[in-house]
């Protein structure tokens, strides 16, 4: 997985702008703020560096993980496409972009409050519309089918998740890193809006009670190519890395739900495969074999985050 051509280009043209010791710098500091939940911490860096040490180092792994979940959103909505998509914190465009993917008819607006990285998603999605400002201070939310929110609800104030649920026409959907932090908020969010009338759409397979208990948690992974930038700026020998992610969808009406859902990387051995998957009610790990070929045939294509074998 790699962000458009286009987009990959530009981003090599700031990160050269920038150089490599600065960029090498505001890498360093972007990551602890990260993992520090500390985003606040990058301010005294220069803006230049602090957006493209992202655009390097995250946007494609964010990109990835939103081309995944919204993938999946879409197979569940069938026809009900959405027609307007608002991608709320919407960083460089990250989400938006993926969006544009999966929804190239829908109409994108991406909300974002740091001038920077909203000018940054300028240049790759002119034709989005744009609302600068931080979403707390904002009165009126227009109502769009579907709203996003990738990597951000976690930087909000919890009072926003009911703002984004009554903006929602169609469908919900928030991404968050894959630690046990951050799936440990989305489950309360998922817990809260059921009670409030939403229906799952994913990754659950039931809108029963999360059957994942601490010290486990539910994420995916999402590939991306890391170009040789990136490898030298994290001192990495891969070229590739996995963007773990978890997330929750949730709609204003029931779509089909499969009857599990792939929540391990299968596990290939010779004429048996391995699939740990959620049913809804509990979590299972079934040995595949070839004595059931229909159930094999589909285990050997199937992946993390795909819908389970029966
Ligand atoms: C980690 S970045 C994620 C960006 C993008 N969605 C992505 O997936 O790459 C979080 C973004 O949310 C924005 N954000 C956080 N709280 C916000 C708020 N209250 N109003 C507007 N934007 C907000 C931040 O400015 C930042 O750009």
Redesign the pocket.
Known sequence: MQLPDAVRRSIQSRAEAVGFASLARATLLLSDAYRDHRPQDLAPIPAEHRIAAYLVT??PA?YAA?FHVLGEVRRRLGDRLPASVLDV????G??SLAARAHFPDARLTM????AG?ARAAEEWLPKAARLTG???RMKELPPHDLVIA???IG??DPAQLWRLWDTTRIALVLIEPGTPRAFTALAAMRTALLQRGAQMVAPCPASGPCPIESPDWCHFAARVERTSLHRRLKAADLNYEDEKFSYIAVARHAVELPQARIIRRPEHNPGRIQITQCTGTGIETRQVTRRDPVAFRKARHAGWGDEGVE
Request: no cysteine; proline share 0%; net charge negative.
């Open positions: 995250r946007m964010t939103a914190g919407a960083g460089t990250a989400a909300l974002e409050r740091d990285f931080d979403l707390a990738a990597y951000s930087e909000m």
